[in-house]
């Protein structure tokens, strides 16, 4: 199976910062990387597919890029409800895999 | 709208059987797989299998492959996910979702207890 590698596993920050969540696959996923967030007692959302798109709906703050190995996921401006924890997952292979998950906190 | 509404929450014991639904509406359910992930308690997302409506094609996570069995009905345009003897170690919430490449919809979990 790909492992997925997510750092940092958690994050201290304050509204209004800019975050980078970064991602490492064990073997090259190409551009089938998709970042999801999700809040607690909810079912997780998609943000940004095939490495940098845009899911409909979601703000402009979030961005997508890497490929191969590495991506990373930005939030520039971070706002209060933005305070979750974040998923990377590959589906370049079956068994699709997840990484460990990024919990922002306030700081 | 598209939507994915699961079976509600389900408290079992160790050894029982189980079958939990994810009834799809606002899209064509033939023209999109549906996945299940499983969240254990205070744990991330595990990819259990994905299935192909249109033909009922399935692929599981090997991790979970023996252990679940992933169907269809189309005609009431309804997954499942079933466990033919439940283990304590079952107890998680489980999500359905829509796609094979990209999750874009997803079900609101169904928490399945299972007691030893």
């Known amino acids: 199976d790909i492992q997925m590698t997510q750092s940092p596993s958690s994050l201290s920050t304050s509204v209004g910062d800019r975050v980078t969540i970064t991602c490492r696959a064990s073997q090259s996923v190409s551009s089938y990387l998709n970042w999801y967030q999700q809040k607690p007692g909810k079912a997780p959302k998609v943000l940004i597919y095939a490495t940098s798109s845009l899911q409909s709906g979601v703000p402009s703050r979030f961005s997508g890029s890497g490929s191969g190995t590495d991506f990373t996921l930005t939030i520039s401006n971070l706002q209060p409800e933005d305070f979750a924890t974040y998923y990377c997952h590959q589906s370049y292979r079956k068994p699709n895999t997840f990484g460990q998950g990024t919990k922002l906190e306030i700081k | 709208e598209v939507q994915l509404v699961q079976s509600g929450a389900e408290v079992k014991k160790a050894g029982e059987s189980l079958k939990i639904s994810c009834k799809v509406s606002g899209y064509s359910f033939i023209r999109y797989w549906i996945g299940w992930v499983r969240q254990m308690p205070g744990k991330g997302l595990e990819w259990m299998g994905i299935i192909n409506p249109g033909d009922s094609d399935t692929r599981y996570n090997p991790s979970f492959q023996g252990q679940v069995t992933i169907s269809v009905d189309k005609s009431i345009t309804t997954a499942f996910l079933q466990w033919s003897s439940l283990k304590a170690s079952d107890t998680a919430m489980y999500y359905c979702?829509?796609?094979?490449?990209?999750?874009?919809?997803w079900g609101q979990g169904t928490l399945v207890t299972v007691s030893s």
């Open positions: 979702a829509r796609g094979e490449i990209t999750f874009d919809y």
